[in-house]
């Protein structure tokens, strides 16, 4: 258990769909990420969160939209999806300008159909 | 951040060390060396980090070279539940918020496998 909670950890969804992942952190941490791991492939950084505000989006198309209200969550917000962004969807918190590490949920595995 | 450079496979037989090597020759003063690792299909596990010293911790330690040029990870007594893609990675640490999160960027990683 590292404090980083991510919802659901299974989701299937047909390509006009419109679903939400979800990841809440009780660490108290002001940053929080999401990542992409594809299959065999290294995690990509999608988005960086600092105090709710976006700091960063690395070219991330635009069916894939994130949304965090407070510190302590972050979504991700899904719709028209390819079955090519079937992967593992990990978020992960940390204290910036503080002493400690990045901490990740456990992920969200996503299928597209 | 610093790019790294590390092995992608090794082997390590129950019970005895593993040695991950990592190469950061070009890692700036303020960027210290993180490991983290991933079990399959897993989110990834901080194990441990320094800047120039040696670190121990109940899970490894971390030996960084003089020049900080390189570093390796000691996993004293490995298990097979030490298999898992393991990943040396460099990043600035920041004492204050800057208002831009120092994010981790990850690698390939070595991929431990642990045998009877």
């Known amino acids: 258990e590292t404090g980083v909670t991510q919802t659901p950890r299974h989701l299937v969804m047909g390509m006009t769909n419109k679903k939400s992942l979800k990841c809440e952190q009780h660490l108290g941490h002001n940053a929080m990420y999401w990542y992409k791991q594809s299959a065999k492939k290294p995690l990509e950084l999608m988005f960086v969160?600092?105090?709710?505000?976006?700091?960063e989006n690395n070219s991330v198309p635009s069916r894939f939209s994130p949304e965090c209200p407070n510190s302590s969550h972050l979504f991700l917000h899904l719709h028209t999806l390819q079955p090519e962004d079937s992967a593992l969807y990990l978020c992960a918190s940390s204290q910036e300008g503080g002493d400690t590490e990045a901490f990740f949920g456990q992920g969200t595995r996503l299928t597209v159909v | 951040d610093a790019k790294t450079t590390q092995p992608p496979s090794m082997d390590c037989a129950e019970g005895r060390a593993a040695n991950l090597p990592c190469n950061h020759s070009t890692i700036s003063g303020n960027e210290y060396v993180y490991w983290y690792r991933q079990i399959h299909s897993q989110g990834p596990q901080y194990i441990i980090h320094?800047?120039?010293n040696n670190e121990t911790n109940e899970m490894a330690s971390l030996i960084i070279t003089e020049d900080r040029k390189s570093s390796t990870l000691i996993l004293p007594h490995a298990t097979l539940r030490d298999t898992a893609v393991y990943y040396c990675?460099?990043?600035?640490?920041?004492?204050?918020?800057?208002?831009?999160?120092?994010?981790?960027?990850f690698g390939t990683g070595t991929r431990l496998q642990v045998t009877l």
């Open positions: 320094g800047l120039k």
């Open positions: 969160y600092n105090f709710k505000e976006q700091t």
């Open positions: 990675i460099v990043r600035a640490r920041r004492r204050f918020n800057t208002g831009t999160a120092s994010k981790l960027t």
